[in-house]
């Protein structure tokens, strides 16, 4: 069984701050993606990485896809009570053809 | 263009009764997954349909069951609701499938309660 570890689980900070949120794992991945779930609704994707060592960034958001295509992370650079929700990353694997959720970090950002 | 639609919304059913979920997916979407998300187990992959093909498949028991349409629609069953049924289930629609999904879009799911 694959499994993605997130951390840190819960994060509160305050309006203006930076943060990362760390997905891990150690299966090999053909592809990770990166969602955001507000309350009662269904998570939005933000972001696919599909190459080891990818950089991609979403205006304030910039997401990495490790080397080795195992782990990836999300930075929020100067994050607002808009950014507030549950996120989630998923890696896809090539062999059983199935995505993997992580069990998410639950951001609270206050103005 | 119209996104992910789940019907119904909410529900409220008794233990041991079954309970069908619809899903809808994006026009030209062929792919159809099934989700249960619940605070303790976070997203768990029930099922994935292609084609009307059932493709990969989730650690569920036999009681939770799908399906696919034609027309890509899709449902999902679960019979002899328990009271651990009770979850946010969450459609996903994605143009590939397997290995070549590049993301989802999900519905707003359908809220099981089972009392």
């Known amino acids: 069984t694959q499994l993605l570890e997130q951390s840190p689980q819960f994060l509160s900070i305050q309006e203006g701050e930076n943060l990362t949120v760390y997905c891990n794992s150690s299966s090999v991945f053909s592809s990770l993606q990166w969602y955001r779930q507000e309350p009662g609704e269904g998570p939005v994707l933000l972001v696919t990485v599909v190459t080891g060592g990818e950089v991609k960034k979403l205006k304030r958001l910039t997401f990495q896809f490790g080397d080795a295509r195992k782990d990836s992370s999300l930075h929020i650079t100067a994050a607002q009570p808009g950014d507030t929700g549950l996120y989630l990353c998923?890696?896809?694997?090539?062999?059983?053809?199935?995505?993997?959720f992580g069990d998410g970090t639950t951001l609270t950002v206050k103005p | 263009k119209a996104g992910v639609t789940q019907t119904p919304r909410y529900l409220i059913k008794t233990r041991g009764q079954q309970v069908t979920l619809s899903c809808s997916p994006i026009s030209g979407h062929r792919s159809v997954s099934w989700y249960q998300q619940t605070p303790g187990q976070g997203l768990q992959f029930l099922f994935e349909?292609?084609?009307?093909?059932?493709?990969n498949k989730g650690n569920f028991p036999g009681r939770f069951s799908g399906r696919q349409f034609s027309n890509s629609r899709s449902e999902m069953n679960v019979s002899t609701l328990e009271l651990g049924d009770s979850a946010l289930y969450l459609c996903?629609?994605?143009f590939g499938q397997g290995a070549l999904n590049y993301g989802y879009t999900f519905g707003s799911g359908t809220r099981l309660t089972v009392v």
């Open positions: 996903a629609s994605s």
């Open positions: 349909y292609f084609s009307e093909t059932q493709r």
């Open positions: 998923a890696g896809v694997n090539t062999n059983a053809g199935k995505s993997t």
